[in-house]
């Protein structure tokens, strides 16, 4: 195995073990509780759970997908976020071209893989995620790409279009708009993606929220005024534009006359 392919199999295995700790984040951050003690427990029966269960293979496998203390079954959306993280790491190792930026789009990744399900849960972005995910973002840039002026630009870009759209929207239907959270999630974004990727960013996130409206108003599960979670749309393709954003863009240009 050469020098890539062990950089791809330890960035899987990291996602694997990272995404774990993840469901923690992803569970207590909403709710104000230390994400550090105490250790993972089951959701169920409150058992602590083994260093060794955390892996995935041996949790979901080997034990079939249920409590080593009390056999009732784990919650399905737990491997989906361990195996989510370590897929997406896998895929910042297969097709980074810049070293120096695995570690702070690695940060980038886990962070909107965070964010998509905190949103989708509590309707809510936590800002100690998105705040200094914007100033690590605007860090990087000023040794690495895209470079401080399209990440300062981006960032401030991000945030101030969906401001914008909110505020219009509100102004319009008298239902609030865009929240605050949404808005510093932006220019997180802006700050690693630039001014193009976070552009391309809120495009990809509004096409996948119209179309999931659309789905919902036909089962008659909502309206034109259903409020859906933004940041759940914002933060995959987000995911997209940094691991694809290059190939993507090749293909928008090979349309154009």
């Not at 860090?139 to 909110?166: E, H, I, K, Q, T």
Request: hydrophobic residues 55%; glycine residues 12%; proline residues 8%.
């Amino acid at each position: 195995m050469d020098h890539r392919g062990i950089l791809e199999v330890s960035a899987l295995l990291a996602g694997l073990l990272l995404g774990s700790f993840l469901n923690v984040v992803i569970l207590r951050l909403p709710r104000g509780e230390s994400i550090v003690s105490p250790p993972s427990r089951c959701p169920r029966c409150k058992a602590r759970i083994r260093p060794w269960d955390n892996i995935p293979v041996l949790s979901f496998v080997l034990l079939r997908g249920r409590c080593r203390d009390c056999g009732k079954r784990i919650p399905w959306r737990y491997p989906v976020v361990e195996l989510t993280a370590g897929v997406l790491l896998w895929l910042l190792a297969h097709r980074a071209t810049h070293p120096a930026l695995l570690l702070p789009h690695a940060a980038f990744l886990l962070a909107l893989l965070v964010v998509a399900w905190v949103d989708l849960d509590t309707r809510t972005i936590p800002d100690i995620i998105t705040i200094p995910g914007a100033g690590m973002g605007l860090a990087v840039s000023l040794f690495l790409p895209p470079g401080p002026v399209p990440a300062f630009l981006g960032a401030a870009v991000g945030g101030a279009s969906l401001w914008l759209v909110g505020a219009a929207y509100e102004r319009a239907t008298g239902v609030p708009g865009m929240g605050g959270g949404d808005v510093k999630l932006a220019a997180m974004m802006g700050a690693f993606l630039g001014v193009w990727g976070v552009f391309g960013t809120i495009f990809l996130a509004s096409l996948a929220g119209s179309i999931f409206g659309a789905f919902l108003i036909a089962r008659g599960q909502g309206s034109r005024r259903t409020a859906i979670p933004f940041g759940t749309f914002l933060a995959p393709a987000a995911m997209v534009l940094l691991l694809f954003g290059e190939p993507l863009a090749r293909l928008y240009r090979s349309f154009l006359p």
